[in-house]
């Protein structure tokens, strides 16, 4: 019996077979299951559950694909949508170019072969010339900072549903620990690559920095899929250690990135939020980043209400 695929190999088989199809003009089940190597039950529940439902709007029969399925053979009809020649604005062939410029700086996704990015290069030469200065409407879109050697092992181990052995340093605390996790997805955010996992370390749901990743190592081990909680990476409890801090209106942006319990705006545009503490660690570096443009109004024990300056003070030893 052929094991079940992944919905990212699913997609890539399914993009593949129905072209192949309409270019048959149909093909007996058991040749596209050879072909490609698509388990003959995920290949109909794919072709009736989901290519029979692929149109445009107003959804009317003209504007679907149409799949049939008689005596074991397959015949699929593009709509008479797909036979018109896709006509794209200058501003929506410009965010296809961002989006593939995006793409092509993080080849991660191709292995890092310089050769599979080169059909997609050749296709944004000759849109770019067709789009000529609508062109220039394109922006430069960085993802992330995060090495092909951590993302390609890392969305791996995603798609196979495989532990993996890191070792990541714990910005918060200051510290290098060796965790086993278990990926549930790989994504990008405000200019970071993050790694969505169960940690084994932790007994709980963690989001980790890819960057901060110093290595990776799959271990074979697959394991089942754990419900995801993209809430973040600290729950706030009873017993800890809570801050007020007065934020300038340039760092409203702490309220949004980190859990806050409270946060008000005055006329002055400046906020006021309430924050549990995770470590002391992480609150002086914190505020350090901040500069003079946050201060604490209140801090609960054990934390020292002249954190900021013992921790300005131990930084400029190590300079001296």
């Not at 430069?140 to 995060?146: C, I, M």
């Not at 070792?167 to 690559?193: A, M």
């Amino acid at each position: 019996m052929s094991p079940r695929l992944t919905a990212a190999e699913r997609m890539t088989r399914l993009l593949a077979v129905i072209p192949w199809v309409v270019q048959q003009q149909g093909a007996p089940i058991d040749e596209i299951v050879a072909r490609f190597d698509y388990p003959r039950s995920q290949l109909v529940e794919d072709l009736t559950g989901v290519v029979f439902f692929v149109g445009v709007h107003p959804f009317t029969p003209d504007s679907m694909i149409e799949v049939d399925i008689s005596d074991d053979e397959v015949q699929i009809s593009y709509a008479d949508w797909f036979s018109r020649p896709l006509r794209l604005t200058g501003s929506e062939g410009a965010r296809l170019l961002t989006a593939a410029h995006s793409l092509l700086g993080d080849q991660s996704w191709a292995g890092g072969d310089d050769e599979e990015a080169g059909p997609l290069l050749r296709a944004l030469t000759k849109l770019s010339m067709a789009l000529g200065e609508a062109a220039e409407g394109a922006v430069e879109v960085r993802l992330g900072d995060a090495g092909r050697e951590t993302l390609v092992p890392l969305r791996s181990a995603v798609s196979r549903q495989e532990q993996v052995d890191i070792e990541y340093y714990t910005y918060g605390r200051d510290e290098l620990t060796q965790r086993i996790v278990e990926p549930s997805r790989v994504f990008s955010d405000n200019g970071n690559w993050y790694l969505d996992a169960w940690c084994q370390r932790a007994g709980a749901q963690r989001v980790f920095r890819v960057d901060r990743i110093r290595s990776v190592r799959l271990t074979g081990d697959v394991v089942e899929q754990r419900p995801t909680d993209p809430a973040g990476t600290f729950t706030p409890g009873e017993n800890d250690p809570r801050v007020v801090l007065r934020l300038h209106p340039d760092s409203a942006w702490v309220a949004e990135q980190y859990p806050t319990e409270s946060a008000k705006t005055d006329e002055a545009s400046y906020s006021t939020v309430s924050m549990a503490v995770s470590s002391v660690g992480w609150l002086e570096r914190l505020m350090l980043r901040l500069g003079p443009s946050a201060e604490i109004v209140a801090i609960d024990a054990p934390l020292s209400p002249d954190l900021v300056s013992e921790a300005a003070n131990r930084v400029l030893e190590r300079y001296r």
